[in-house]
């Protein structure tokens, strides 16, 4: 399989997948399947921890993309390629061959939990972000930890951009709780982390796009946390749904990375929409007028990157 590597390495769950740009044609699907294991299911909560320094407008940013992904509400009705439209390639995991039956999945936003003294310093490992999640509710609910552009987090830029995994919850014997973890590349590499909204580290080289926020760090955190949160749905224990193997698997966004719109390959991102006031480039809209660049995801239903233009 052709791949050109644009910049770092995204570890999803436990394993290393790549950040490149595919086209859809490239990417061999055959192997993608079900693993018979749980999805995440029944009305879940996104709870957003803030470590570090964040602008109240780049929370917006963040807030409004999890609030955006609710088709529900009249506003749903008088956006075109919303962010919930988006959501629908997720859905479809929930009504394909053995998992028909399973009960869907509802995401709402939950509580906000700052951390703006750094409580566990500026370098953080793996086990410090599992302990952060922690603070979370662990009961229907995925705690996703946001990590500001000052904070260097192991494999951080080296070899990942963001994680999803889980860890044991406080309730009944047994039980579990998902989580995520995104860190702020501004300052540290936005070519690996942020792209298209800056020049990559590796492979071919293109002008960058303008970021729909005018945030490069939080567009950049946008795209990956979108994909993230497509993976902790539909593999939120290493068993669910992915491609390859268990140690390294490509999920429902990381299987796309680097498609955002038809006609896609290396250093171009797609047929996109742009902001006439702003030149920001986005393919979806969400709650209070925000746009964002969301990344393809793969359908089950097509075995091909689905992409909303």
Not at 236 to 249: E, L
Not at 260 to 274: D, F, I, M, N, Q
Request: proline share 5%; hydrophobic share 35%; net charge positive.
């Amino acid at each position: 399989m052709a791949s050109y590597v644009l910049g770092c390495l995204l570890l999803l769950a436990v394993a290393f997948v790549c950040l490149e740009a595919r086209t859809n044609q490239t990417q061999d699907y055959t192997s993608f399947q079900y693993h018979k294991g749980a999805l995440l299911t029944g009305d879940v909560s996104i709870n957003l921890i803030w470590y570090g320094q964040f602008k109240p407008s780049q929370r917006a940013i963040v807030t409004d993309l999890v609030a955006s992904l609710s088709s529900s509400g009249p506003w749903f009705k008088t956006h075109q390629s919303p962010v919930a439209t988006w959501w629908k390639t997720v859905e479809k995991y929930y009504h394909v061959g053995k998992t028909a039956k399973t009960r869907g999945l509802t995401l709402s936003l939950g509580e906000h939990i700052l951390d703006e003294g750094y409580s566990m310093g500026k370098s953080l490992t793996e086990s410090n972000l599992k302990a952060l999640a922690a603070k979370g509710g662990q009961s229907y609910a995925v705690n996703v930890v946001l990590t500001s552009a000052d904070v260097a987090v192991q494999g951080f830029c080296m070899n990942r951009c963001g994680s999803h995994g889980s860890g044991s919850g406080s309730g009944k014997k047994g039980s579990k709780f998902a989580y995520i973890w995104v860190g702020n590349s501004e300052t540290q590499c936005p070519g690996q982390c942020a792209w298209p909204f800056h020049s990559p580290v590796y492979g071919p080289q293109s002008s960058p796009l303008v970021a729909p926020n005018n945030d490069v760090g939080l567009d950049g955190m946008v795209i990956n946390l979108a994909s993230l949160l497509a993976g902790t749905a539909t593999n939120p224990f290493g068993d669910g749904y992915y491609q390859g193997p268990k140690t390294a698997p490509l999920e429902a966004g990381s299987a796309c990375t680097g498609v955002y719109g038809k006609g896609s390959y290396p250093g171009y991102a797609g047929e996109l929409l742009v902001d006439a006031t702003t030149g920001g480039s986005y393919n979806a809209k969400g709650l209070n007028g925000r746009k964002y660049l969301l990344p393809a995801l793969y359908d089950l239903k097509t075995s091909a990157c689905s992409t909303l233009f």
